[in-house]
């Protein structure tokens, strides 16, 4: 809960970014904060009413203020958000872009870090594996393999990560891992961490 003072500067806050918004409209975030403390301060008054008493008229004229800022901005407003949206759609695109051409760079030299003079980026290989549906033959035969193996407590359910750690440590015979491989298809999945300077 806010004392008195903290409402005293809360004020002047909203003030300081209130005239920086008028000033320059893209200073979107600074009305943003302003409305999101006027609805922070409606809120602490219903607890507290008489903390907030000295500032009311201070309040109510400020929120007038914002009131009519957003109403006077909101054509401005649209076009900005407009213009971000795009933006954002662009650098989506190249993103994915220069993902997909660093994954083929990195398959090629295999390669698990790329670098650059902005900072690196670490691929991170797994492998996925596809079970068959409930209730079709495959799936049947994949829980008899399990069965066979001994091993339904450490695949449970089946768990497609533990069937394959399974696999990969040797746990099935060569012929039930060639069986498990025709009956569950795997897949390399990558992903990029990125790690900037600084």
Not at 41 to 63: N, T, V
Request: net charge neutral.
């Amino acid at each position: 809960m806010s004392t008195t003072a903290q409402i005293h500067d809360a004020c002047e806050e909203i003030a300081r970014r209130l005239g920086l918004f008028r000033a320059d409209a893209n200073c979107v975030t600074d009305l943003q904060w302003c409305l999101h403390k006027l609805a922070q301060l409606r809120q602490e008054y219903r607890g507290d009413p008489a903390a907030f008493a000295p500032h009311m008229d201070r309040i109510k004229d400020l929120s007038q203020q914002v009131r009519e800022a957003l109403a006077g901005s909101g054509e401005a407003l649209t076009a900005r958000y407009l213009e971000a949206a795009g933006a954002v759609t662009a650098w989506q695109d190249i993103r994915e872009a220069c993902r997909d051409v660093l994954l083929e760079l990195a398959n090629q030299q295999d390669a698990w870090r790329l670098d650059s003079p902005a900072g690196w980026i670490e691929i991170k290989r797994s492998r996925a594996a596809s079970l068959p549906k409930p209730g079709t033959p495959q799936r049947e035969e994949l829980l008899a393999l399990i069965t066979q193996a001994e091993l339904w407590p450490e695949v449970a359910y089946p768990n497609a990560a533990r069937l394959l750690k399974a696999v990969d440590a040797g746990r099935f015979t060569p012929q039930q891992a060639g069986l498990i491989a025709r009956l569950c298809p795997t897949q390399t999945i990558c992903r990029l961490a990125v790690h900037p300077n600084g």
